[in-house]
């Protein structure tokens, strides 16, 4: 699979609000014209995934002390990383990840568990987008069975935006949490983390969703993100004596600022 760049994905995912919240670039479609490339497109493939590397780990938080050890740990595998990704161009290894990810040595693996902070890796039970999101940078993961979860190794991640989601959504978020903190744009991405649970109203008995693409609400035909933002402000006043007054109005400010870059996006 070529992997999406980010100009790629701009273009991909700038669709309108009556579309379907697909995949920004489907697995399959991306695997089209790999074969016959040349060296230097394979090589300008890789100087842009490099860039985007670079780009991520520039915008790394190093003002708290308790992240400063994962910045250590991602600078000090970044060139054992890259070396590892411009293999996986050179070698058409996004074509098939998890072969590709299956013939690595131990060092290169820990490589991507250092680079990743995962636990121990073993690519015989992995997922084809648990071995695909080892060998991207961060900010390129791939969501390639639109369920919502992003897997990468053998652990399973939620981030929003969606990474499938449309880019003016993505282009809003960035509006909105620019100058935050992480920590205070975690807190603004639990505000909107879908529930997994489901509650059987005539038994009571409460149930774990299974992850799939029909069961990912921002996956749904017609789903309006600005909708969603306005439900979780309905219900931040509803429950709003349950939590700090501090809480409350950081709550309230960050999603009235998401809507209002929404709107401004034109996102329904």
Excluded: C
């Excluded at 780009?55 to 992240?67: G, K, M, Q, Y």
């Excluded at 680079?115 to 648990?130: K, R, V």
């Excluded at 620019?178 to 038994?203: F, H, I, Q, V």
Aim: charged share 25%; net charge negative; no cysteine.
């Amino acid at each position: 699979m070529d992997p999406i760049l980010p100009t790629q994905l701009n273009a991909q995912s700038k669709v309108t609000s009556s579309e379907v919240n697909a995949p920004a670039g489907s697995f399959e479609s991306v695997l089209e014209g790999v074969e016959g490339e040349t060296s230097a497109t394979r090589v300008a493939r890789f100087s842009e995934l490099q860039e985007s590397f670079y780009d991520w780990r520039s915008e790394l938080d190093t003002t708290h002390p308790l992240n400063l050890p994962r910045y250590d740990q991602v600078m000090g595998s970044s060139d054992a990383f890259l070396g590892i990704v411009e293999k996986a161009v050179m070698e058409d290894g996004y074509s098939d990840p998890l072969a590709f990810v299956q013939g690595l040595s131990g060092v290169e693996l820990d490589t991507l568990k250092a680079m990743h902070s995962t636990g121990d890796l073993n690519p015989a039970t992995m997922t084809e987008e648990g071995a695909l999101n080892l060998i991207l940078p961060f900010n390129e993961r791939q969501d390639i069975d639109n369920d919502g979860f992003v897997e990468k190794g053998h652990g399973v991640g939620w981030s929003f935006p969606p990474v499938n989601a449309p880019q003016h959504v993505h282009d809003a978020w960035k509006e909105t949490t620019e100058g935050m903190t992480a920590g205070e744009k975690m807190m603004a991405e639990a505000a909107l983390l879908p529930s997994m649970l489901r509650r059987d109203n005539a038994t009571g008995e409460v149930t774990q969703v299974e992850r799939s693409e029909s069961n990912n609400p921002y996956a749904r035909a017609g789903f309006s993100y600005v909708a969603i933002v306005q439900q979780r402000l309905d219900s931040l006043e509803a429950f709003k004596h349950d939590m700090s007054s501090e809480q409350y109005d950081f709550k309230k400010d960050f999603l009235t600022r998401f809507r209002g870059h929404l709107s401004d996006e034109g996102t329904s």
